[in-house]
């Protein structure tokens, strides 16, 4: 279930240098032509009065060039859109929406410009099984009442798809966690495992048969007889409200 590193691949569409006009808009055998409006600069130069506004040239755009036949394939963008596969690795013990860096994998940049960076946000599925909390995994397991009274062992599931025998202390009570070290998430950094919480559930019984009944009857009645530490301060607390 947990594997060393995962490998992801992503289908998308980005931008590509164009193969025909080679990032340049221009039709094949012509070329971009300097810009008549700013000659070239990208700019425009206004005065008013004793001030001057340098403003970007409205007809190439602060490019300093136009393209006067456009090539047929980008449209004179230079660019068009492509889909692509991208293999992704998703490192071991990576948590929701962690924000993964692809450097290379963006679009491609102006002027011949390297490409960018491809961010991808992960989202991690919840399980039905474990919740996480960090590097530790909590698994909560049902119990039945008698068991956890007397002690006993179970089996629980792992990250690994492994089963291992657990054993539960006698009187163990519900919602009591046994750690199982080392069974958790790896640390991003490097900083081992966390561990695996097994939270008891004690199970009470709903339907019975009459020897059940009769059995745990009996033992209702030895508990009048013998209270609890706990039950023995309540009953005291109680007693000092009144």
Known sequence: MLQPVLKKKIELTKREVCDVCHGSGARAGTSPVTCPYCKGKGEVQQSQGFFTLRTTCPKCHGAG??????????????????????SIQVPPGVEDSTRLRLTGQGEPGENGAPPGDLYCDIHVKPHSIFKRQGDDVVCEVPVPFAQAALGCTIEVPTLTSNIIQVKIPRGTQNNEVVPIRGEGFPNLHGYGKGNLLVQVIVEVPTKMTS??????REFAELEK???SPRQKKFFEKMKGLF
């Not at 456009?70 to 889909?83: L, V």
């Not at 020897?211 to 745990?216: S, V, Y």
């Open 65 to 86: 060039k136009m393209i006067e036949s456009p090539c047929t394939k980008c449209s004179g963008s230079g660019r068009y859109p492509k889909k692509s596969i991208i």
């Open 211 to 216: 020897r059940q009944e009769e059995l745990l």
């Open 225 to 227: 007889k013998n209270v």
